[in-house]
């Protein structure tokens, strides 16, 4: 780009009648300057003009966007295009879905309640009468039926689940205004590893910036409520020392979904230390079980062994085992209820802290890692069907090669005892498996 000359310069060839040589041609001066305004007048009008023009094309960038399909999930556009709420009647059912049924029960706002674990908790909460409201956006990660049917089951128990985006303020201080939550548990997240390579900002915008709105809310709020909130073992990253620790590092992360759960971590931190939030976190060892994820190995395994397909067994260095800290729902969720249990109050108030508050983080996982080759040789005998085994390499894709949980803390702290073996485990697993996708027509997910 050619550098814009100097005002003198512009003036003296502002007409090409006027030479560069002066002295040849005498000008009246208030003609030169009327013709020097004129022009100067034009170039602001023509600047003007481009920089709207400039302006409405950014708009339009902005606005306008391609329809979402499911191959291409996008959670900002996501939550620009959320379900309207509010309104006496949605009001009433928030109150409604809030109640708390025993003298010592908990009012519990689960953010991402149609996931998972979220699912598993909230009913949980629920039958053992907790007030529990729920907030999920459905996202398309993957397929949205799954989580509709767990929403369903959860309407049918009497949980009300809202559905929006964790990064709408607006909603959150609504849900807040309506219901003085005791506590929240945190579940919405972007999850898995190998989707980061397709989608960054997704991570971004759930796990860090869907954080810092759930805890900016809550420091608001007044009481303010205790928060427990998922973490993940992916913070143990490239560690090579097992069992891994809360005690050990982790600096060192293989995946983006590690980073923005080890930033999160440090942001739970920064909201403990200055607004007295009471925060514990939880570090998930690869949960399985009914109504689990698609994207899970256990789960496409058993989806490609039923239709024939190749198995892809990844295998570390060397022909190294690749090996898991597989923990099963059941003992997940008894972990997440007995951390809202042993909470402590935050020290907060209208969002300035008044003293030290909790803040505490656990493993939560099986404490018995199982070769990822021998969970497909226990699916084997459990459809009765031999597994299409191809042996890979590990891609560096941010998998890591080994996973197993030190729990004594939680044991301490919690009282956490898993008490389900994989074996038992998957048999339950795929006992719903058949029962939900042959038994009820519904067409397996992929």
Excluded at 273 to 302: E, K, Q
Excluded at 396 to 409: E, K, P, Y
Excluded at 427 to 445: D, E, T
């Amino acid at each position: 780009m050619s550098q814009l000359k100097p005002l003198s310069l512009i003036d003296n060839s502002i007409d090409s009648g006027v030479p560069s040589t002066p002295g040849k041609i005498k000008m009246d001066k208030s003609h030169y300057i009327l013709s020097h305004r004129m022009r100067w007048q034009s170039s602001i009008w023509k600047l003007t003009f481009w920089s709207l023009i400039f302006v409405f094309f950014i708009f339009l960038f902005v606005t306008r966007s391609p329809p979402s399909s499911s191959s291409s999930f996008d959670p900002i556009r996501r939550s620009l295009q959320a379900p309207t709420w509010g309104g006496p009647a949605w009001e009433k059912r928030v109150r409604s879905s809030a109640r708390v049924r025993t003298s010592k029960g908990l009012s519990v706002l689960v953010t991402g309640a149609a996931g998972f674990v979220g699912s598993h908790v909230s009913s949980t909460l629920k039958h053992r009468g907790d007030g529990v409201v729920g907030l999920d956006n459905f996202n398309d990660y993957y397929d949205p039926s799954l989580k509709r049917s767990r929403r369903d089951l959860l309407e049918h128990a009497g949980v009300f689940i809202v559905e929006g985006d964790i990064n709408d303020a607006a909603l959150l201080r609504k849900l807040f205004d309506v219901v003085p939550f005791t506590h929240v548990m945190h579940l919405a997240a972007q999850a898995g590893v190998r989707y980061a390579m397709q989608n960054p900002s997704s991570y971004v915008h759930s796990n860090i910036a869907g954080l810092v709105s759930i805890l900016e809310v809550c420091k608001s709020a007044n009481p303010q409520p205790a928060i427990v909130w998922a973490s993940s073992s992916s913070v143990y990253g490239l560690n090579s020392k097992v069992p891994f620790s809360e005690w050990d590092r982790t600096d060192q992360p293989a995946s983006l979904y590690a980073a923005t759960k080890k930033a999160g971590e440090e942001i739970a931190h920064t909201y403990n230390h200055i607004y007295g939030l009471s925060i514990t976190g939880l570090r998930f060892f690869t949960v399985y079980g009914p109504w689990g994820r698609p994207d899970m190995a256990y789960f496409f395994f058993t989806q490609d062994i039923l239709q024939g397909k190749k198995i892809p067994i990844f295998e570390g260095p060397n022909h190294g085992t690749v090996a898991r800290d597989f923990t099963y729902i059941d003992d997940i969720v008894k972990g997440c209820l007995a951390s809202l249990d042993t909470a402590k109050k935050s020290t907060g108030s209208g969002g300035k802290k008044t003293g030290p508050a909790q803040l505490r983080v656990f493993n939560l996982g099986n404490t018995s890692p199982v070769p990822v080759t021998e969970l497909v040789g226990i699916l084997e005998r459990l459809l009765k069907m031999k597994a299409n085994r191809v042996m890979l390499k590990m891609p560096r894709n941010g998998d890591v090669q080994f996973t197993h949980a030190n729990i004594s803390l939680a044991q301490q702290e919690l009282g956490y005892k898993p008490s389900t073996d994989l074996q038992t485990g998957l048999k339950k697993f795929v006992r719903w498996y058949l029962r939900y996708y042959s038994g009820s027509g519904k067409k397996s997910s992929g």
